[in-house]
């Protein structure tokens, strides 16, 4: 199917404006093939090229970088932040933006969610407590091995202080959730996998945190088996916020499992897609001036619902059909929505087809067996290939300390 072409619903024509003349001046863009493009007077946002990741990986951050700024300037004036990308989706990135600006945009993806705008209105200041990778980046995750002073900024607690939370000992988990209590949140920031842990721990143990309102899940894909747990456990919302280190927060989920787009963060354009109506995210982003992007493949699947979205995960993690067809990691997680006995997963497939399933168990010890039999038929019949499931066994993050749910192999 065809791209989107401007103008488009969710962009005005004067952010359309202001998104191209943070174009000019900029190195990246005055490529042959971008030159011509951007030269047309009746330019057309969906006939432009598209900027790939390692297009991306090559040229930041100076080549994205307007000639009328100076990056050693800009670092020692204090007023950018530079990090580099976990590399979830390929080798990490080199990107830069604004003190203030991942605040900013996240606070605009937050108020497209009714409920969290109206909890945020009542209480600007809301508490958050952080479950994430150590050190990740530094404006998402924290240092490790700090004091429970020192992971405090402003209105946010950074609890956890190590990259596998399986191997975690008891004694800390208590520290962390005697923290959480004393710090009294009204949200919990989570990497999915790493809140779900956490949780099973409070759940062990009968512990609730009565300030808590809602759940924010972000980092990486949210699997039906940790929203399950997420929810039974604490009771509130579980509300997944979607988007990426290059590009800031793009989405929401505002009504069941549909995301809603922060539309002055940046325009989405959905391209490629299947015969399932599956395709793949193209960002152009239009508040960062230091990393003006347009048309970047931001390397996610994600399928129209209406006026929102709802994602399917990496391209890199979408697994193969035995037709030879795209099964994106959605497509796989579905088959775990009833199988309540798990706490977390990996499904890894051959370049030839088999399958290698990793399972770990809510209970300790528990051996799986009517999930074994059912995943044992469900997936082979998704994807072809023959299936071995392993039960009980830890399953290690990748460098990027992120976890990938489905993961091709060859």
Request: charged share 20%; with cysteine; glycine share 8%.
């Amino acid at each position: 199917m065809p791209s989107s072409t401007l103008p488009l619903p969710a962009t005005s024509p004067t952010t359309w404006s202001a998104t191209l003349a943070q174009t000019q001046d900029v190195p990246f863009y005055e490529q042959a093939d971008w030159a011509r493009a951007l030269g047309d007077p009746a330019i057309n946002l969906g006939e432009l090229p598209r900027i790939s990741k390692q297009a991306l990986r090559e040229h930041s951050p100076e080549g994205f970088l307007p000639r009328r700024f100076s990056l050693a300037a800009l670092t020692a004036a204090g007023l950018i932040e530079e990090e580099s990308t976990s590399g979830t989706s390929g080798a990490s990135v080199r990107v830069i933006f604004g003190r203030t600006w991942w605040a900013e945009q996240e606070a605009r993806a937050l108020q497209q969610n009714p409920f969290i705008r109206s909890l945020l209105a009542a209480d600007p200041s809301a508490k958050r407590a952080v479950f994430t990778t150590p050190g990740c980046s530094g404006v998402s995750c924290f240092a490790r091995w700090l004091n429970v002073e020192q992971r405090t900024l402003g209105s946010t607690l950074y609890v956890n202080q190590e990259r596998i939370p399986f191997s975690l000992p008891e004694a800390k988990l208590a520290k962390m959730a005697e923290e959480t209590a004393t710090w009294a949140p009204t949200f919990l920031d989570v990497d999915p996998v790493h809140g779900m842990w956490f949780a099973l721990y409070c759940e062990r143990h009968g512990l609730r945190f009565p300030s808590l309102r809602f759940i924010l899940t972000s980092y990486e894909y949210t699997s039906v088996v940790h929203r399950r747990i997420l929810e039974r456990v604490f009771g509130v919302p579980v509300i997944n916020l979607y988007g990426s280190s290059e590009t800031g927060h793009l989405l929401i989920e505002a009504d069941g499992s549909v995301a809603v787009p922060s539309t002055q963060t940046a325009t989405l354009e959905l391209v490629d897609r299947d015969t399932r109506g599956v395709g793949q995210f193209l960002v152009t982003t239009h508040t960062n001036p230091y990393l003006p992007l347009l048309r970047y493949a931001i390397g996610d699947h994600a399928e129209q619902a209406g006026a929102g979205y709802i994602v399917h995960g990496r391209v890199r993690d979408a697994l193969r059909r035995a037709d030879g067809s795209v099964a994106t990691t959605r497509q796989v997680d579905a088959l775990f929505t009833d199988l309540g006995d798990i706490a977390h997963y990996q499904v890894r497939q051959q370049s030839d087809g088999p399958l290698e399933v990793f399972l770990m168990p809510v209970a300790a010890g528990d051996a799986l067996t009517a999930s074994t039999a059912l995943l044992g038929a469900r997936l082979p019949a998704l994807l072809g290939g023959e299936v071995t499931v392993r039960t009980g066994v830890m399953i290690a993050p990748e460098d990027s300390g992120k976890f990938r749910l489905t993961v091709r192999l060859g």
